[in-house]
């Protein structure tokens, strides 16, 4: 029986899904994780406890794992355990992206400077160190502008900014959220830096693939039909096929393309976030890894093969040749948190999934739990998923789902009398 390891910052609801396709292929997977001091052996499959924070260390405990157990390959899950795969992958001598590759896609500074070394359109940049007064570069910068933290994902502390006072503020709240123990404890170095760069206006567009000897397979591309201005950019709608003219289609799958090989990544899943402005893609960013969360659910493969089991077939060397997305348009909605507080349920999921069109609803939020919007969050609610023959209908689905959900927040503790 093959055996491959599972790189994740959590043995949640992605790792989950990884398991049950691992299980349902005859693989051994391995879970190397920086959970495992707090849990005993999550999966009693001898997890491998690491720490991100440390990616050589990490990728020395993997080796000395894998030479008592050999494996024939790794999936990273996240921008962190993808590092410690590719450095634990070259030293094992096995196929996977670069170390260089996995460790400027995981900083957004390095990867707009692969970008620009690329010859790629590239925005206006600057890094700035979170501990500096930011004064003195006001006066210079191209408003409107984004802050961003260098190392973390999903739009978590991106703020966009329209003149210096906006910028003082979004400043000071970025440098508050990367201080905070979850942050620095997780992201080392990056911790230490914001990037700032001009904004760019235009509709976006993700791109999931999965990289072999360095080509890219174009797996879905998505749209995002939900403007993304600012001043906070929470992703809400994914939507494939993306409704794009074809020439902007290939504009964006040749930006993609160009992006992998500026980073160096060989072999492994990818996800790109790209503007297009009017028939130009310019690169947000590229992750190293497969889409987060439960949003790989939208896609399907060949006779209904999930992207999980596509990936894990893609790590013991199958040949995807041939697998294509099903025909179906498809989407997620994630459900945004409109507010902090306290969840304290949600109704109308029987009417929401008897939308015509909705597959399922996973409401991931967990009762009593602090609910924490962007961009100091870092959740959502839930998930919505849909099917159907267009992507206009899809959209529709969703939204007509989540418009019959009722989610309960408490934003105020009662008064005790």
């Known amino acids: 029986m093959p055996r491959l390891v599972l790189l994740s910052n959590t043995t949640g609801y992605q790792a989950g899904a990884f398991r049950q396709a691992a299980g349902g292929l005859g693989i051994a997977l391995t879970l190397a994780t920086d959970r495992c001091h707090v849990l005993e052996d999550p999966w009693r499959d001898g997890a491998i406890p690491v720490r991100f924070e440390d990616p050589e260390g990490a990728a020395r405990q993997i080796v000395e794992f894998a030479r ?9 899950i996240g921008d962190p355990p993808a590092l410690t795969a590719a450095l ?3 030293q094992l001598g096995i196929d996977y992206h670069s170390p260089e590759g996995a460790r400027a896609a995981g900083n957004k500074f390095l990867a707009r400077e692969s970008y620009r070394e690329a010859g790629l359109p590239t925005p206006w940049y600057a890094r700035l160190a979170v501990a500096e007064d930011p004064e003195p570069v006001l006066s210079g910068l191209p408003f409107p502008c984004v802050l961003k933290p260098l190392g973390l994902s999903a739009s978590r502390g991106v703020i966009r900014v329209d003149d210096a006072a906006e910028f003082r503020a979004a400043f000071a709240r970025i440098r508050a959220l990367l201080g905070s123990p979850d942050v620095r404890g997780r992201k080392g170095e990056s911790a230490d830096w914001i990037l700032v760069e001009s904004f760019i206006p235009g509709r976006e567009v993700a791109v999931e693939g999965i990289v072999t000897r360095g080509r890219l397979k174009v797996l879905a591309v998505f749209d995002k039909p939900d403007p993304l201005d600012g001043p906070f950019f929470e992703e809400t709608l994914y939507i494939t096929p993306a409704r794009i003219d074809p020439a902007v289609l290939r504009a964006v799958v040749a930006a993609t393309e160009r992006a992998v090989q500026a980073l160096d990544l060989r072999q492994g899943p990818m996800h790109a976030e790209l503007r297009i402005q009017g028939s130009e893609a310019c690169l947000l960013e590229v992750a190293a890894r497969p889409i987060g969360g439960l949003c790989a659910r939208a896609l399907r493969f060949g006779a209904g093969m999930p992207l999980e089991e596509l990936i894990l077939r893609h790590a013991l060397r199958e040949s995807l040749e041939g697998v294509e997305r099903e025909q ?11 507010r902090e507080g306290v969840f304290e349920g949600v109704e109308g999921l029987e009417a929401a999934a008897a939308t015509p069109g909705v597959e399922g ?8 739990q602090k609910l924490v919007p962007l961009p100091e969050g870092s959740s959502y609610l839930g998930f919505i998923f849909a099917r159907a023959e267009t992507p206009d209908s899809v959209e529709r689905a969703l939204r007509g789902a989540h418009e019959k959900l009722r989610f309960g927040i408490l934003t105020s503790l009662p008064v005790v009398p």
């Not at 008592?68 to 990273?76: C, K, S, Y």
């Not at 179906?328 to 409109?338: E, L, N, T, Y």
């Open 328 to 338: 179906a348009a498809a989407g997620v909605m994630m459900i945004p948190i409109p």
């Open 361 to 368: 609803i996973e409401i991931t939020a967990k009762l009593g």
């Open 68 to 76: 008592a157990n050999p494996i024939a390959g790794m999936v990273a």
């Open 88 to 90: 634990a992958c070259q």
